[in-house]
């Protein structure tokens, strides 16, 4: 089982030892019985999975305190709407041998939600990688209850970024759970974008998917890479999943090469097939089979199903030639069962022009879904390499037959991603702009020692996250390539600002590069609005676009190298001074932009040893103790600051 801890879970635990445990025995057996983790116990809203196996060897069992709402295989049975949570008791007893131990969980069983009309649309894309930042989530709302009318949500700019893997994800795929009250992103684990290029993608790429999850499509969890494809596989693209109800579980699918065991360079020939895999969690998932290979590579499904009956869209990957004239385009198929081994065919070529409708170029990544207000489908179909998505739509699944959309207004760029049908709270919350940052009595919004973890002990929850080659050492973060990832609007209503941090910079360090940097990089990769410092010369800046539109601070020293420093800027009521180890050596005035200006209150590029500039070098060094406050200190606040000193 993937660890849970980044899923920041509140669980009630109690263990206890059974009697007559040899002292030789206890430590395996008590340490098996603490490892025994449920995802989201403390807010149940579908199946649990409640592990077979522990640690060590051990077999578990389980028993419920109330098996009418959750039963000893994780069968749960929510309370009806407007009722109260309800609690139960699952005690796990782990076994090895004759010994054993037991620990107990309290799960809480939220009611089911109040059914809501579907009044709009989301959808999530990736813009491609063309864009250094394009390889990344983005996100549209309809205007009303219009399928092909949408407008970008967060100023067209990121609403979620990886930090993980390979740094990049594409063809993001939203699914609603079967009760409506939770969503999973999952995506691919690629970015092609100064990358290894896509020979090597299918071959030593990614074997884990990227999940997110959320209860209301706005604030989502912390990203988790699970691994899903067995070790013959040379990538997981494209990952999506339904709600199969026959058989109690999430099918989720992806396309990889698959390549002989006695071949684990991946050197010869592969084909994609489509695989999969079930699970009820999105943490663990049973092992990966075949789930479509008809002797040549296909990739990207999607599912659509209406009474009773699965949908199923696939890309054909074939070179297009006139012995597979369909090839490059979508194939529709049908079957009664998720599972089916085959599929009754029902179309092809679908996306290519005919005589009655327009077509593309070539067609991927289909997306479906059902129309909110009448008996229509509709499918948007990939053009790569052209327009992006195109809608196409229909009014009879079985017939096969598809035609171009009229009149569609799409968001920028769209890419393989989904659009998923929404109630109009759900609407409101994706187009509802970003809350004012939060702060303590003394403006602290966030404190980020760096010292084991980028956790923001302030209790506001702005945590990082480690991306890249980023570690803990010595007390604190080693940086040698990799940089830590903040949340997205951190200035969001600072009308002044402070940072604060205590660096290490290595005597091999590279310019230009950022000490830090809050705000937004633009689709070419340069700085589009942010707030930094950089140490050759030491300086700092405001800017609400590139480099053109800074109003900087500069001490017109280097900062030295190979010892710590401490590194102080402020921003507000129209002055910048910069600090260093408490002690002011620049100051300007005349300052009109506060951070607020900053992407009109939305920053997607926060970052800990990284610079907004896409070409910048990374931070080489160390960095620890940062703090964010939302006015600008005094200078006798920053000289009372502790000074950075040796770990």
């Known amino acids: 089982m993937a660890s849970l801890r980044h899923l920041s879970l509140v669980v009630v635990v109690t263990a206890a030892l059974l009697p007559g445990v040899p002292a030789a025995a206890e430590p395996l057996v008590r340490s098996a019985a603490a490892a025994v983790e449920v995802p989201n116990i403390g807010d149940v809203r579908g199946h649990l999975t409640l592990p077979a196996t522990g640690a060590h060897g051990t077999t578990i069992t389980w028993r419920s305190s109330n098996t009418r709402v959750i039963t000893t295989t994780g069968e749960v049975n929510r309370p009806r709407s407007g009722a109260r949570p309800v609690k139960v008791v699952l005690t796990a007893k782990v076994s090895r ?72 994800v594409r063809d993001p795929f939203v699914l609603r759970s079967p009760d409506g009250d939770r969503f999973y992103l999952l995506a691919t684990d690629l970015k092609i974008n100064g990358g290894r290029g896509w020979d090597a993608a299918q071959r030593t790429g990614s074997r884990s998917i990227m999940v997110w999850e959320s209860t209301d499509l706005r604030t989502w969890s912390r990203q988790r890479g699970v691994q899903v494809s067995p070790p013959t596989a040379g990538n997981t693209w494209a990952p999506e999943a339904f709600w199969d109800a026959r058989r109690g579980t999430y099918v989720v699918y992806w396309a990889s090469k698959l390549y002989a065991e006695s071949d684990p360079g991946h050197t010869g020939t592969s084909y994609n097939r489509m695989m999969y895999a079930t699970t009820r969690d999105f943490v663990t998932f049973s092992p990966a089979k075949v789930w479509i290979d008809p002797g040549y590579s296909v990739i990207d499904s999607t599912v659509i199903e209406h009474d009773g009956t699965y949908y199923r869209y696939t890309k054909d990957e074939r070179n297009n030639s006139s012995s597979s004239p369909c090839s490059k385009y979508i194939t529709a198929e049908k079957s009664a069962d998720l599972l089916a081994p085959a599929y009754d065919f029902v179309a092809e070529c679908i996306g290519k022009a005919t005589p009655t409708s ?170 589009d609005g942010y707030l930094f410092s950089t140490g050759d010369t030491y300086r ?92 600008a200190l005094s200078g006798a606040e920053v000289a009372a600051l502790p000074r950075a000193t040796s770990p």
Request: proline share 7%.
């Open 540 to 631: 700092g800046a405001i800017a609400t676009g590139n480099w053109a539109t800074e109003q900087g601070v500069n001490s017109g020293l280097a900062l030295p190298r190979g010892v710590w420093k401490t590194v102080t800027l402020t921003v507000g009521d129209g002055v910048e001074a910069l600090y260093l180890d408490g002690v002011e050596v620049a100051r300007t005035t005349g300052v009109t932009t506060r951070p607020s200006d900053i992407g009109g209150g939305i920053t997607t590029a926060n970052h800990l040893g990284r610079s907004v500039y896409a070409a910048d070098k990374p931070l080489l060094g160390r960095m620890k103790n940062v703090r964010l406050y939302d006015r």
């Open 358 to 527: 327009p077509g593309l170029s070539a067609g991927e990544g289909p997306t479906g879904f059902k129309s909110n207000t009448e008996d229509r489908w509709y499918l948007f179909i990939d053009e790569y390499g052209g327009r992006g998505y195109v809608p196409f739509e229909t009014t009879d699944l079985a017939s096969g037959r598809w035609t171009m959309s009229t009149g569609a207004r799409l968001p920028a760029s769209p890419r393989h991603g989904t659009v998923l049908p929404v109630t109009r709270a759900e609407l409101n919350r994706l187009t509802a702009p970003p809350s004012p940052v939060r702060a303590d009595a003394r403006g602290l919004v966030a404190h980020w020692p760096l010292n084991g973890s980028a956790t923001d002990v302030t209790g506001h929850g702005y945590d990082g996250v480690l991306a890249g080659n980023a570690t803990w050492s010595e007390g604190s973060l080693l940086l040698r390539g990799g940089h830590v990832q903040l949340p997205n609007n951190l200035l969001t209503g600072a009308a002044a600002a402070t940072i604060s941090a205590d660096v290490l910079v290595d005597p091999a360090q590279q310019t230009p590069y950022f000490l830090y940097g809050f705000g937004n990089t633009a689709a070419n990769g340069v700085g």
């Open 97 to 168: 041998g004759r010994h054993s131990a037991t620990r107990a969980l309290i799960a809480t069983v939220v009611p089911l939600p109040v059914a809501e009309p579907l009044e709009g649309y989301g959808f999530f894309y990736f813009t491609g990688e063309s864009s250094p930042i394009g390889e990344q989530i983005y996100a549209a709302a309809s205007n009303g209850n219009n399928p092909l009318d949408f407008s970008e949500v967060n100023n067209g700019r990121p609403i979620l970024r990886s930090g993980l893997g390979e740094l990049g």
